[in-house]
């Protein structure tokens, strides 16, 4: 697998409208569903806005704890990884370069955060949705993003 478009998971409904941050298009999606939260979802919006300013080196090193158990076996190169509720794309960022490509996304405004963090990966497609916009039965992921704990 490829990044590019044919590797991404599909819609189930056309976006309301795209538009483009940072030279990176953010496809843009009726609100929530019933199962999201509003005041929720714009808390964090609000929250990654002002904290998505992160340091290269920093990520790097902090991605390389969070990700540790991720060897190549686990999350392969071909990989297509579902990170949902990205918030600011640092975790995404993080996993471009060991990936094919990532599906980025959040219902919230942390989205245009992410589109900041991300604007240098073009295999990461970003949507502000929740996963219900997405045609989970058709796509194999690798991956999916889910907080590790140790």
């Known amino acids: 697998m490829k990044p590019g478009e044919n590797n991404l998971i599909p819609f189930n409904r056309p976006p309301l409208h795209k538009i483009d941050v940072a030279n990176k298009p953010i496809f843009i999606f009726e609100p929530s569903d019933e199962n999201t939260d509003a005041s929720t979802v714009a808390s964090f919006g ?21 990700f540790d158990l991720c060897t190549q076996k686990v999350l392969p190169e071909n990989a297509l990884v579902l990170d949902l509720g990205c918030g600011s794309g640092r975790w995404s960022a993080c996993l471009a370069n060991r990936v094919a490509q990532i599906e980025a996304v959040d219902p919230s405004k942390a989205i245009f955060a ?3 963090v991300t ?7 970003l949507s502000q949705c929740s ?20």
Do not use: M
């Open 131 to 150: 996963v219900s916009c997405l045609d989970r039965k058709s796509t194999r992921l690798n991956s999916s993003h889910i907080p590790l704990s140790r």
């Open 119 to 125: 604007r240098h990966y073009h295999n990461i497609r």
């Open 46 to 66: 609000e929250e990654w806005l002002k904290f998505n300013g992160f340091d290269k080196k920093e990520l790097e090193l902090i991605s390389n704890e969070y």
């Open 114 to 116: 992410a589109a900041q």
